[in-house]
């Protein structure tokens, strides 16, 4: 049971333009968010997260959105740039002490076209 | 500061073998855990340890078990192997369960089970 979905399995963006990935999660329970960025040959690295009691999070050219009464939500890079293009993965938590138990979806490949 | 490593890189095994694979952890890092990452599909997570103790369980059989040693290295085992074991498992520590606090991957150790 796929609990965070990203239905996008992969993106192409021109360079400078806007990024936006998007992820679905279906467990209300879910009160954590954090996005990864994985280059291919390396593990998964932390991008940027939110709580479930804000409804954005930005931090430089990363910005993450939520919407929680659509239970979605997205990452927007701006500008896009090269070595921006990785496999992204949303990730989700559901309490602080409940297993510490992240949920990843399967990712989507931005490609940034120079 | 060294980033969490994993060894071997690749594991070439045939079914019905067990497989050792093994995770050290950031210095300072007590937790411990481990996905695996089949083809096409998001990171699934498998094992939490903490402390030395484990403290979550993914969707697994139980020939997939581990430990995690008073160093906080850990060992994830996979017995009785079958072909669709075949995946990237990838291991992530993270500093005390207390906070929400974002796990560090390793590179991972592709298994191939023939």
């Known amino acids: 049971d796929q609990q965070v979905k990203q239905n996008s399995p992969s993106l192409s963006v021109q360079e400078g333009r806007i990024s936006i990935l998007n992820c679905d999660y279906t467990?209300?329970?879910?009160?954590?968010f954090l996005w990864y960025k994985k280059y291919p040959a390396e593990g998964p690295t932390f991008l940027i997260s939110?709580?479930?009691?804000?409804d954005k999070n930005e931090d430089g050219r990363f910005t993450v959105f939520l919407n929680k009464s659509a239970k979605h939500l997205s990452l927007h890079i701006v500008p896009s740039q090269p070595g921006d293009s990785a496999v992204y993965f949303c990730a989700a938590l559901k309490g602080r002490h409940t297993g510490n138990q992240f949920y990843f979806g399967t990712g989507t490949s931005l490609t940034v076209i120079p | 500061e060294a980033g969490v490593t994993q060894s071997p890189t690749h594991l070439i095994k045939t079914r019905g073998q067990q497989a050792t694979l093994r995770c050290s952890p950031i210095s300072g890092h007590t937790s411990v855990y481990w996905y695996q990452q089949a083809l096409g599909l998001g990171l699934q997570f498998l094992l939490w340890y903490d402390e030395g103790e484990e403290r979550n369980r993914g969707n697994f059989p139980p020939r997939f078990s581990g430990r995690q040693f008073p160093n906080y290295s850990s060992e994830l085992n996979v017995n009785a192997l079958e072909l669709e074991d075949s995946a990237l498992y990838l291991c992530a520590s993270s500093l005390a369960v207390s906070s929400y606090n974002e796990q560090f991957f390793g590179p991972g150790t592709r298994l191939t089970v023939l």
């Open positions: 939110i709580s479930s009691i804000k």
């Open positions: 467990n209300s329970m879910f009160d954590y």
